[in-house]
Nanobody, 114 residues
Framework: QVELVESGGGVVQPGGSLRLSCAAS????????MTWYRQAPGKQRELVAS???????IYGSSVQGRFTISRDTAKNTVYLQMNSLKLEDTATYYC????????WGQGTQVTVSS
């Protein structure tokens, strides 16, 4: 099973930017999708962005146009570039690798606050 470690979270003002990283202990093969989810207190976990092995991407409607997902297979890392952050982007962000058995990271906290 692949181990995933997220990093890059923090506190940022509205309108600011952050880049999250998800580092995998093993190879991120091009056969499986990598997905960022987020969960705010009292809310359900929601899909933020996903990238397939072929490089196709999808985004949640609330982040479309502001967030960008990318992957660097040489570094076994997936990134989430978050721009124009809003108060409602505050959440714990999780990385998931799809596969015969899904792998999840422990999460990284993003707080958008003025």
């Amino acid at each position: 099973q692949v181990e995933l470690v997220e990093s890059g979270g923090g506190v940022v003002q509205p309108g600011g930017s952050l880049r999250l990283s998800c580092a995998a202990s093993g190879n991120i093969t091009n056969a499986y999708a990598m997905t960022w989810y987020r969960q705010a207190p009292g809310k359900q976990r929601e899909l933020v962005a996903s990238i397939t092995g072929g490089g196709s991407t999808i985004y949640g409607s609330s982040v479309q146009g502001r967030f960008t997902i990318s992957r660097d297979t040489a570094k076994n890392t997936v990134y989430l570039q978050m721009n124009s952050l809003k108060l409602e982007d505050t959440a714990t962000y999780y990385c998931k690798k799809s596969g015969p058995v899904d792998s999840w990271g422990q999460g990284t906290q993003v707080t958008v606050s003025s």
